[in-house]
């Protein structure tokens, strides 16, 4: 397994489109309301990327059709943008990922669509304060599975579950490089982290079971028990501190 120490030049270019997505998440998540399709917000993203000169990382890898992964309620991951329109009480995970200058970052949130409920706002809660849980420990000398381990922890003690069957990644010039990065516990400690490796960390939380399947698309994941999912992500830099966040607003 070859992990790629990234020099602060490639670092600086995976800020740029680390930030470049941050602004498509905000463009998305201002716009993904009842009424609206994935497919129309599929393209509102794809313009925008190719608008500053970079170029979407999902759209044609391994055949997949969009620039957005659009994930509707018990979809986990993997969504395929469509004339589908959201629905008020929906809650919808938009993944996104662009290569800039010859770097990739890749990221992702779950929105509410209009009021949701109690207990699907707590997912949504709970998904994202478990990827900060986790990158307490996502420091130069800490081992990979103590990420993965305080992850589920706190997801578990939130009475939720994690995702098994997909992990976070290594990332740089490819979408997805050495490591792979669970949010659970494995066995062994995993690598030891390593100042300049960059990670996409990425918890996939469901209501109920963590067990999932993929629909007759080939892509599509879902809970197998129909309970709602949800996905927060960042490309982070692992450095002699604490970890910067590439893909935050800035």
């Given at each position: 397994m070859s992990i790629t120490i990234k020099t602060e030049d490639q670092i600086g270019k995976m800020?740029?489109?680390?930030k470049l997505l941050a602004e498509v998440e905000a463009l998305v998540a201002k716009t993904a309301?009842?009424?609206v399709t994935?497919?129309?917000?599929?393209?509102?993203?794809?313009?925008?990327?190719?608008s500053h000169g970079a170029t979407p990382s999902?759209?044609?890898?391994?055949?997949?059709p969009g620039t957005l992964c659009t994930s509707i309620n018990e979809e986990v991951i993997h969504g395929i943008p469509s004339n589908r329109v959201l629905n008020e009480g929906d809650i919808l995970s938009i993944d996104v990922g662009c290569i800039l200058n010859g770097y990739h970052a890749d990221m992702a949130r779950t929105y509410a669509i209009g009021q949701i409920s109690a207990e699907a706002k707590k997912l949504i809660e709970v998904t994202e304060q478990s990827f900060f849980e986790g990158i307490t420990f996502a420091k130069e000398g800490n081992h990979l599975n103590d990420i993965g381990s305080a992850i589920q922890k706190y997801v578990e003690k939130n009475g939720f579950s994690v995702v098994r069957a997909y992990v976070g990644h290594?990332?740089?010039?490819?979408?997805?490089?050495p490591p792979e990065v669970p949010n659970f516990k494995?066995?062994?400690?995993g690598i030891?982290?390593?100042k300049g490796m960059t990670l996409a960390i990425e918890p996939m939380v469901n209501m109920g079971s963590y067990d999932v399947r993929v629909l007759k698309d080939g892509w599509t994941v879902v809970t197998k028990d129909g309970k709602y999912a949800a996905h927060y992500e960042n490309t982070i830099l692992i450095t002699d501190g604490e970890p910067e966040i590439l893909t935050l607003p800035r």
């Open positions: 800020r740029k489109a680390g309301a009842p009424g994935t497919a129309y917000l599929d393209k509102l993203a794809e313009d925008y990327i190719l999902f759209k044609g890898y391994g055949g997949f290594g990332i740089g010039r490819k979408m997805h490089e494995t066995l062994g400690r030891r982290l390593q």
